[in-house]
């Protein structure tokens, strides 16, 4: 599964609006330190989404309408982490990983 979201590194996740609705979000989803990440601005609307509600849905991009690379899905309950030196550490790899320094 971690190939299939690693393979555009892109994915859509869906959290849960205060009104009940879905909402959906583009975002990188990050595999380190033994933990999906599934990093983002905290006062966006899907933080805030998470920090109401911490349900979601995670699927991997697509490139084709066959899905000829297979599909990927997770679904579960985010944990927000706080601690600043797990967030640095997740930082650093996502940088890694990446080339991108959040």
């Known amino acids: 599964m971690q ?3 690693e393979a555009t590194g892109l994915a859509l996740l869906a959290t849960v609006r205060r009104d009940g609705a879905p909402r959906i979000s583009g975002i990188e989803p990050y595999f380190g330190l033994g933990h999906l990440w599934l990093g983002m ?3 966006s609307r899907k933080a ?3 920090q109401r509600d911490p349900r979601f849905a995670l ?3 697509t490139a084709d309408k066959e899905m000829k690379d ?3 899905k997770v679904a579960g309950t985010a944990i927000e982490v706080t601690d600043e030196g797990t967030r640095t550490a997740y930082s650093r790899g996502f940088a890694e990983a990446t080339g991108f320094d959040p």
Request: charged share 35%; proline share 7%.
């Open 3 to 5: 190939d299939r979201f």
């Open 41 to 43: 601005m905290p006062a």
């Open 48 to 50: 805030r989404d998470l």
């Open 59 to 61: 699927h991997a991009a």
């Open 70 to 72: 297979g599909d990927a």
